[in-house]
């Protein structure tokens, strides 16, 4: 069956950089995109953008364009997402996700907790 | 950019139905899709397609879309059913995916 399964925890300094990982299974890696998802505490979703697997061609949100790194291995069908320059705010469970036949998202990776603080 | 909007709370008894709308421009045009949330859970998706539940999704969990409101109906709501809710739609015009900004549907 399919399978995200992502980083552990990570606390960080302001400042600072953090990459999660988000390892794939149960389906050809490079034949899908991955897209990253924020939730803020006790807030919603908040669609960060998402990556090809195929052409490792990211496509960002407006928002978190310049900050954010999203890159795709598909030899180990593992998708990344770099986050540069932490400020508190960024203090948020990332999930990784895989659409499904048309624009839903069936699939889902546990999320990780990135925590900011000094 | 695309906005979708859903009230932030609704109520229920339970046995009782609950709807959870989700208002955009022209959303009738767009395929919609619902998350439930648990605290603590990643999003499971409960519709797609505007109306089609996944396979394993109760059928008290239905979808309809037109003119400006889509809609998820929980019928006969459980304690269970507590949760947030999500809609999303792809915005074709950016390339992008948004969400709303979420229900918390609460059984009372």
């Known amino acids: 069956q399919i399978q995200l399964v992502q980083s552990g925890p990570e606390v960080k300094e302001p400042g600072a950089s953090v990459k999660v990982s988000c390892k794939a299974s149960g389906y050809r890696f490079s034949n899908y995109g991955m897209t990253w998802v924020r939730q803020a505490p006790g807030q919603g979703l908040e669609w960060m953008g998402w990556?090809?697997?195929?052409?490792?061609?990211?496509k960002y949100a407006q928002k978190f364009q310049g900050g954010v790194t999203m890159t795709a291995d598909s030899s180990t069908s593992t998708a990344y997402l770099e986050l540069r320059s932490l400020r508190f705010d960024d203090t948020a469970v990332y999930y990784c996700a895989r659409l499904g036949s048309n624009y839903a998202y069936p699939y889902w990776g546990q999320g990780t907790l990135v925590t900011v603080s000094s | 950019s695309y906005v979708l909007t859903q009230p932030p709370s609704v109520s229920v008894a339970p046995g009782q139905t609950a709807r959870i709308t989700c208002g955009g421009n022209d959303i009738g045009s767009k395929s919609v899709y619902w998350y439930q949330q648990k605290p603590g859970q990643a999003p499971v998706l409960v519709v797609y397609d505007d109306t089609i539940r996944p396979s394993g999704i109760p059928e008290r969990f239905s979808g309809s879309n037109s003119g400006i409101t889509a809609t998820l109906t929980v019928s006969r709501v459980e304690a269970g059913d507590e949760a947030d809710y999500y809609c999303q739609v792809w915005d074709s015009s950016t390339d992008h995916v948004v969400f709303g900004g979420g229900t918390k549907l609460t059984v009372l």
């Open positions: 990556i090809s697997a195929y052409t490792a061609i990211a």
